[in-house]
């Protein structure tokens, strides 16, 4: 453990035995957290793409633990009412972006042997174990893309993931192999996770790329491409769009509306107020996976400690 993290361990242990996280969540009632969650990952596995993406199961379990102790973890569709909670802790909601087969499988095990809801959002192109370009791109000596990379993913070549590639040797980032459970799922994964009590399904775009950098049909498509698709498959669909990397502007979230989506959300931003001032840029928690259990019990109260 380097200083800093000595240091910010302290820090942590500090708020949560002072007994102000449940301070904290007690004047969170009526409000509602939605986690954001990636990859959930069997014991032993790494991955080395986006690391931050993918946590190990045991902490995922743990993380559950505390959660029931101090949260309602309620299904997604709740917030749809635009109501918020009425009992005495705050609510929770479990949401998975990318439908990674880890999450799909081991993820949603942990989920429902403890009785809790949660959604999976899925761009259906990656359907079938296909990999995304931020875990199988890799340059000499370094783990993930670089800084640089990502940002040119994103903007110019739109985050579509065929195009990453396709330029990826411009920067001497090269494709590797990525574990199973880093892939995406298959269909019939999803399946059997979208058919255990309290799974839903919604949809993450078609194929992931950055919305705000599209307009006209392909916006459009890329929306109801994908609700399409999993009301085809799944009886357990909900009308909420989760943006890839987060990015959305007033002229996606209209666009969304327009393509029948009730909601949408984004990566960070913490939690909802009810009513929510503009259902279509709900903001969510994004559990990194080096997240401490500490920290992670003080972002869950609502204290943001970094
Ligand atoms: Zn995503």
């Not at 596995?45 to 045991?58: K, M, N, Q």
């Not at 995922?60 to 299904?75: E, R, Y």
């Not at 909601?263 to 279509?280: D, K, M, Q, S």
């Amino acid at each position: 453990m380097s200083l800093r993290e000595g240091l910010k361990a302290t820090v942590e242990r500090g708020f949560v035995s002072s007994g102000l996280p449940a301070v904290v969540r007690r004047g969170r009632r009526g409000g509602t957290l939605i986690l954001a969650y990636h990859n959930v990952v069997p014991e032993g596995v790494t991955i080395d793409g986006e690391r931050s993406l993918h946590l190990p199961v045991a902490r995922f379990a743990a993380q559950l633990d505390l959660l029931a102790g101090t949260h309602d973890v309620v299904p997604l569709g709740t917030i749809l009412d635009g109501r918020g909670g009425t009992g005495r802790r705050p609510r929770a909601v479990i949401t998975f972006d990318d439908a990674y087969r880890g999450a799909v499988t081991c993820g949603i095990r942990e989920v429902v042997a403890r009785g809790m809801p949660a959604t999976i959002f899925v761009a259906p192109a990656f359907v079938g174990g296909r990999s995304f370009w931020w875990d199988a791109m890799t340059r000499p000596g370094a783990g993930g893309p670089s800084d640089a990379f990502r940002k040119r993913a994103l903007e110019e070549c739109h985050g579509a993931d065929d195009e990453v590639r396709r330029r990826a040797g411009e920067s001497a980032h090269h494709p590797r192999p990525v574990p199973s459970d880093g892939l995406c799922a298959s269909e019939d994964e999803l399946r059997v996770a979208a058919a255990q009590p309290g799974i839903t399904v919604a949809s993450h775009s078609w194929s992931h790329p950055n919305l705000c950098r599209l307009g006209g049909t392909e916006l459009a498509e890329e929306l109801a491409r994908p609700a399409a698709w999993l009301r085809e498959r799944f009886e357990s669909v909900l009308p909420v769009v989760s943006y890839p990397y987060g990015l959305s502007s007033p002229a996606v979230e209209r666009a969304a509306a327009a393509a029948g989506y009730r909601a949408g959300v984004v990566i960070e931003g913490g939690w909802v107020v009810h009513p929510a001032r503009n259902p279509f840029a709900l903001p969510r928690l994004n559990v990194p996976a080096g997240l401490s259990q500490m920290g992670f019990v003080l972002r869950a109260a609502g204290l943001f400690v970094t």
